[in-house]
């Protein structure tokens, strides 16, 4: 028997380090790790001890024996990694990197903004030295940021996720601020003057706007907006009257890439029942952003055997190629849909003009003229972002910023567990090279960030 990663794979790599007979690749350190879709487990070295599936913090490890029939594309992803990459040189040990020590005697103290991924991410680093005590500061009342309120509802495995952030919240090091919001309650001054570091995790702030005519009407979304909605995130409670209209209609979504795919699942299923969902990429089938896992549980949604089957088409001559991703492009550019059963449909080379309608959306204008009919539009093209000078996450001594905030938003939750570490091992370079011009001491004692915050945030 041998283990398969499936598509809830969240890309932190804690299975490659698990691993006893070195398996699982792309391993940090070589090529691909941090860009690849998913990490692998060759099934000709595996041994089935199931350490990987222990480790795993998103429940994506099964063994070969028991994946549903709409989970076998991941035994052919897999071969067709190890086809490629051999990895035949593999050491049998696991790969437990050394852990740095500091040099400094400490106790030091680091400001986390942000309480998402990123920011969890960067205080369990932080956390690995016992010389380093976090706050973190969070805006919203929960923590857990995109893992809580981003990940699609019926990605229930990758939910699983909350169970680690939440052993790291209960570290003793850590001391969490909900309700705080930094630049409200708290400038980044008043964090700077009194930490030893300020690490910024606030990720990528909005959707951004689809940038044609009519794309402020009422009845056009943003795809994390519609997420978060589906997630209950207290500010978004009145983007219910804005989605009703889609309810046995029909809804179109811009853009090709995951979280399209996401927003395409969503419209379709049980919370908002759409009848008909159309994703739209801008460019050709071969361009798409989506992942392959993703492709493969989009495509899992017409299996007979699921309660609620889902229709799911591809309008447009299959991408090039032979692997696994052009085979089931292929596939879905030959199906048939069942009538009556909801659907989601892809095209491509469909780049929007405009968002029709007077008072609602009522549809979009391609740029070839066609107008397509809609009851909801959700633009799932990015985030906006604005790029913040660093270097290797640090923007200066004492100050840095790590995940979304840092690279843009890309990469998957387990993205940021590389990245955090980036960042904080330039962070942990400052504090080895100790206070200077350039790294402020902090003033006063810990309890006078509390005191500060009970003064101006109730909650
Ligand atoms: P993305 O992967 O960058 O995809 C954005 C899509 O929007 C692309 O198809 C892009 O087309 C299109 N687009 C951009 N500007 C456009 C415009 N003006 N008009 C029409 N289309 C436009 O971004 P994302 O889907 O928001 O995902 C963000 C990151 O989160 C990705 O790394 C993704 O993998 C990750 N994520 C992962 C999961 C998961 O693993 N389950 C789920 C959600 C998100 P072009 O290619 O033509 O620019």
Redesign the pocket.
């Given at each position: 028997m041998a283990y398969v990663v499936t598509?809830?794979?969240?890309s932190d790599a804690s299975c490659v380090v698990a691993c006893p007979v070195n398996c699982i690749h792309p391993a940090p350190g070589e090529p691909g790790f941090a860009e690849a879709?998913m990490v692998f487990i060759d099934a000709g070295t595996c041994v089935g001890c199931g350490a990987c599936v222990t480790a795993c913090p998103v429940g994506a490890i099964v063994p070969d024996t028991r994946l549903r029939e709409d989970q076998r594309p991941f035994v052919d992803l897999a071969a067709e990694y190890y086809d490629v990459f051999p990895h035949r040189d593999r050491t049998p040990v696991a790969l437990v990197p050394r852990q740095r020590r500091l040099r400094r005697p400490g106790p030091f103290r680091v400001a986390v903004v942000g309480a998402g991924p990123a920011g969890l991410y960067a205080a369990d680093e932080l956390l690995r030295h016992p010389e380093v005590e976090v706050e973190v500061f969070e805006r919203l009342d929960v923590p857990h940021g995109l893992a809580r309120f981003?990940?699609?509802a019926d990605?229930v495995e990758?939910r699983r996720v909350a169970r680690l952030f939440d052993q790291i919240t209960a570290q003793p090091g850590l001391r969490l601020h909900l309700g705080v919001e930094v630049g409200r309650d708290v400038t980044h001054e008043e964090l700077e003057t009194r930490f030893d570091a300020v690490v910024h995790a606030t990720g990528a702030p909005a959707d951004?706007r689809?940038?044609?005519p009519g794309d402020q009407l009422p009845g056009v979304l943003g795809?994390?907006a519609l997420a978060e909605w589906s997630n209950a995130h207290p500010a978004r409670r009145d983007l219910a009257l804005q989605v009703a209209p889609a309810a046995g209609g029909r809804a179109v979504v811009?853009?090709?890439?995951?979280?399209?795919?996401?927003a395409a699942r969503l419209l379709v299923g049980p919370l908002v029942g759409a009848r008909e969902v159309l994703v739209?990429?801008?460019?050709g089938v071969d361009?798409?952003?989506?992942?392959t896992?993703?492709l493969v549980?989009l495509a899992g949604l017409a299996d007979a055997s699921r309660p609620d089957p889902v229709d799911v088409v591809l309008e447009a001559g299959p991408a090039p190629g032979d692997g696994v991703r052009a085979r089931l492009l292929a596939e879905l550019a030959t199906r048939t849909p069942v009538p009556g059963r909801p659907r989601v449909v892809l095209r491509f080379d469909a780049?929007?003009a405009e968002v029709t309608g007077d008072d609602r959306a009522c549809g979009v204008r391609l740029v070839d003229g066609s107008l397509l009919e809609a009851d909801l539009v959700v633009?799932?093209?990015?985030?906006d972002w604005a790029p913040v000078v660093h270097d290797r996450g640090r923007v200066r001594p004492g100050v840095y910023v790590t995940g979304w905030a840092k690279r843009g938003?890309?990469?998957?939750?387990g993205?940021n567990k590389s990245c955090a570490q980036k960042t904080v091992a330039a962070l942990l370079d400052d504090l080895d090279a100790g206070p200077g011009p350039a790294l402020p001491v902090p003033a006063g004692p810990p309890r006078r960030v509390r005191a500060l915050l009970t003064g101006r945030s109730p909650r």
């Open positions: 598509q809830s794979c969240c879709e981003g990940v699609a990605h990758t951004r689809l940038g044609v795809a994390t811009v853009g090709a890439g995951n979280v399209a795919l996401d739209l990429g801008r460019r361009a798409a952003a989506f992942t896992p993703e549980g780049p929007v633009g799932a093209i990015g985030q938003p890309s990469g998957f939750l993205t």
